[in-house]
């Protein structure tokens, strides 16, 4: 009655319970953000099933701004974070002193269970709210198929 594992230290096969997906955006290629914009930093097409997504987003902040707010999401829409009650949105509230400058900060959003009757898109969305200069974030996506 029990579905047996591997021990053979190979992956799980597309389709398969335990199947491991992952993209990553690298610090070089850092998506540059306005103030208080959602954007979309990654996405991850998903076949249909039960899947287990998790990710992190990175900041990259320039030498004059100060951050006061990062937000880090998974949806099915590129053009708005999740609601923070689902789970699926990781919020750091930095007060008026704020994260200056050459500071880095990684928030790590999720996991969410995300079911697919076809294949979908979900997205990885990252958010800071700043003032002077620009921010930029980058990141990591993954997911385990879970049935």
Same mark, same amino acid.
Request: aromatic share 4%; proline share 3%.
């Given at each position: 009655?029990? #579905?047996? !594992? &591997?021990?053979? !230290?190979?992956? *799980?096969?597309?389709?398969?319970i335990g199947e491991f997906i992952?993209? *990553?955006?690298? @610090?070089?290629?850092?998506?540059?953000? +306005?103030?208080? @914009? =959602?954007?979309?930093?990654?996405?991850?097409?998903?076949?249909?099933?039960?899947?287990?997504?998790?990710?992190?987003?990175?900041?990259?902040?320039?030498? *004059?701004? #100060?951050?006061?707010?990062?937000?880090?999401?998974?949806?099915?829409?590129?053009?708005?974070?999740?609601? /923070?009650?689902?789970?699926?949105?990781?919020?750091? =509230?930095?007060?008026?002193? !704020?994260? +200056?400058? +050459?500071?880095?900060?990684?928030?790590? $959003?999720?996991?969410?269970? $995300?079911?697919? =009757?076809?294949?979908?898109?979900? /997205?990885?969305?990252? @958010?800071?709210? /700043? @003032?002077?200069?620009? &921010?930029?974030?980058?990141? &990591?996506?993954?997911?385990?198929?879970?049935?």
């Amino acid at each position: 009655g029990q #579905i047996p !594992g &591997s021990n053979a !230290g190979t992956a *799980a096969v597309a389709g398969n319970i335990g199947e491991f997906i992952s993209t *990553a955006l690298p @610090s070089g290629s850092a998506i540059v953000l +306005g103030t208080g @914009s =959602a954007t979309s930093i990654l996405s991850l097409g998903l076949t249909g099933g039960d899947w287990n997504v998790w990710g992190q987003v990175v900041t990259v902040v320039q030498s *004059a701004t #100060i951050v006061t707010l990062v937000q880090g999401g998974l949806n099915s829409t590129t053009t708005a974070l999740p609601a /923070f009650t689902t789970g699926a949105l990781t919020e750091l =509230a930095l007060g008026t002193g !704020g994260l +200056g400058g +050459g500071s880095a900060q990684v928030l790590n $959003v999720g996991p969410i269970q $995300v079911l697919n =009757a076809t294949t979908a898109t979900t /997205f990885l969305l990252g @958010s800071m709210t /700043f @003032s002077v200069s620009t &921010s930029a974030m980058y990141g &990591s996506l993954k997911a385990r198929r879970m049935r």
